[in-house]
């Protein structure tokens, strides 16, 4: 039994997600985000529902929210997943357990596909996503640009087996 829980995420977790989220960006390997975003920036980015983190002791561990992929009315369940695990926390089950939390929570939501775009060079990431039935789609070559780097991304997806066809 391990001692962090999973709940909807509140305002008053955000300085707990944006530690967590900033520890991803000093990576380089986790997101062309080069700064964390104040709470309403952040608020209006992400979708209300499917909000979760992994407390530790009250602590934020880790996170996973969800972007809207278009305002077209025919793409209202496919979201991009975003999910973030404290370095503190990697390698310990936390990862999974939220990854399996979020694709419920989105299933439940009525979401019938997740995507993610993830650096190459993110195996862990990479790895956490296949290992719950998201495919790399294709590398997209030198997709964004960050301190005058343009990188590789990999499209993930995942199809849900109870929304859509």
Not at 136 to 153: A, M, P, Q, S
Request: glycine share 8%; with cysteine; hydrophobic share 40%.
């Amino acid at each position: 039994m391990s001692d962090w829980k999973i709940l909807p995420m509140s305002k008053e977790h955000y300085a707990g997600v944006a530690a967590v989220h900033q520890e991803g960006i000093d990576t380089g390997n986790a997101t062309f985000q080069e700064k964390v975003l104040t709470f309403e920036s952040w608020d209006a980015k992400y979708l209300k529902t499917c909000r979760l983190v992994v407390l530790l002791n009250e602590q934020v561990i880790g996170w996973a929210a969800l972007l809207p992929f278009s305002s077209m009315y025919a793409y209202r369940g496919v979201a991009e997943l975003s999910i973030y695990i404290a370095k503190s926390a990697r390698g310990k089950g936390v990862g999974k357990a939220l990854m399996q939390e979020i694709i419920q929570a989105s299933e439940e939501n009525g979401f019938w596909t997740l995507q993610s775009l993830i650096f190459p060079e993110n195996k862990a990431s990479i790895s956490l996503h296949h290992t719950y039935g998201f495919q790399t789609l294709c590398i997209h070559e030198k997709l964004g640009e960050i301190n005058g780097d343009f990188r590789d991304v990999a499209l993930l997806e995942r199809r849900s087996n109870r929304n859509g066809e």
